[in-house]
């Protein structure tokens, strides 16, 4: 969820590298732990990107935090929209086709303004956008999706007529 | 200094051609371009086309808010490798 950086000032604030989709959510799940999930940690957001960690009051408590990664339990949180997924829930999940034929593993999600996309790794690595048509199954109990690629048109840019401009 | 209205928006011709032949075909397909440089036009919406970003094609699902914009903008030239964490992903 996010990561504490270096400290700030002499009273226990640190630096707080947020990785929800809305920075300020991170305190919106509970407590927070390691990596190990040992140890929890409250924070309380300040702005600015400080926060404050309860039981932390000096400087030297501060410094000793820096590079610790925050993570929260999947089941806090809440539950998504219909035909929404998390991508933590999406990455690793098996790809196949409707006939059964392995494609790889979904190693990414990217979204880059113009809709969703599996990166899948499988032989050789496919992009698979993340639409009904393509990804028809989305199966999170069995871990796996069922994908039906679609068929790729490649137009080089040494087709006829290459450098028109449309009239309007 | 924007470009000059009375010319149109730029757009590689061969893109209009492969369009209107996507459009008229029902199969699910995506259209693998090398022309970042095209204007999106609304002929565009509805397809799915691979934008090249020097070594792969990025899947560009053109929806109406998107034209009038380039192809390349969609298609990142550089790596960012993000954290999943509550980020959620919207089946189109």
Redesign the interface.
């Known amino acids: 969820?996010?990561e504490i950086g270096r400290p700030h000032g002499v009273r226990g604030l640190v630096k707080l590298r947020s990785?929800?989709?809305d920075p300020d959510?991170i305190a919106d799940?509970g407590p927070l732990t390691d990596e190990a999930g040992t140890r929890q940690y409250r924070v309380v957001l300040l702005g600015d990107g400080l926060a404050r960690v309860d039981g932390v009051t000096d400087r030297d408590g501060a410094a000793k935090l820096t590079g610790t990664r925050l993570y929260v339990e999947r089941a806090a949180?809440p539950p998504?929209?219909p035909?929404?997924?998390?991508?933590?829930d999406?990455?690793g999940l098996a790809v196949e086709t409707p006939e059964g034929q392995p494609l790889g593993t979904v190693r990414?999600?990217e979204?880059?303004?113009?809709?969703?996309?599996l990166v899948v790794q499988g032989r050789k690595?496919l992009?698979?956008?993340?639409?009904?048509?393509?990804?028809p199954v989305?199966d999170l109990v069995l871990g796996k999706l069922t994908a039906?690629p679609?068929?790729?048109?490649?137009?080089?840019?040494s087709?006829?007529?290459?450098?028109?401009?449309?009239?309007? | 200094m924007p470009r000059s209205v009375w010319k149109g928006p730029f757009v590689d011709g061969y893109l209009l051609n492969k369009a209107e032949a996507a459009r008229a075909s029902t199969r699910n397909e995506i259209i693998k371009i090398w022309s970042r440089r095209s204007t999106i036009l609304p002929q565009f919406v509805g397809l799915t086309f691979g934008v090249y970003n020097g070594k792969k094609f990025i899947p560009v699902q053109v929806n109406e808010n998107m034209v009038g914009h380039k192809f390349g903008e969609f298609s990142p030239t550089r790596t960012f490798t993000g954290h999943s964490s509550d980020k959620k992903a919207k089946r189109g």
């Open positions: 969820m996010g990785f929800t989709a959510a799940y949180l998504p929209e035909e929404e997924y998390y991508l933590a999406l990455v990414a999600v979204e880059h303004g113009a809709g969703s996309f690595e992009l698979l956008p993340f639409t009904r048509a393509v990804v989305v039906i679609p068929d790729e048109v490649v137009v080089p840019p087709a006829p007529s290459a450098q028109g401009e449309a009239a309007e």
